[in-house]
């Protein structure tokens, strides 16, 4: 029962990501488009987050931390170029 609720919450956070898809590939800026592969990122962490309780095991739960650390550092790179035309 509890796991049939989890793959439904899994089929959630897929269709999530189609407004996120459909926002980096067709946003007018590119600060919509950071913004959208931001909120992308984000989905897929709670996405491998819930995946990872699911099948019971801590190994997707590496993978979340260091793409949401990528995602983190990359997010400020961009926004910091953006801001001041140069990274460093």
Same mark, same amino acid.
């Given at each position: ?10 089929? &959630?956070?897929?269709? +999530? ?24 990122? =984000?989905?897929?962490?709670? =996405?491998?987050?819930?995946? /990872?309780?699911?099948?019971? /095991? ?9 793409? /949401?650390?990528? /995602?983190?550092?990359?997010?400020? =790179?961009? +926004? ?7 990274? &460093?």
């Amino acid at each position: 029962m509890i796991s049939e609720l989890f793959y439904i919450v899994l089929v &959630f956070m897929v269709l +999530s990501m189609i407004p996120c898809v459909y926002r980096v590939i067709v946003g007018p800026t590119i600060p919509d488009r950071v913004v959208a592969l931001d909120a992308m990122t =984000t989905v897929i962490v709670v =996405t491998l987050g819930v995946y /990872s309780f699911v099948q019971e /095991s801590i190994f997707f739960l590496d993978v979340a931390l260091v793409l /949401s650390i990528i /995602s983190f550092i990359g997010t400020v =790179t961009i +926004s910091k170029y953006l801001d001041e035309g140069t990274v &460093f």
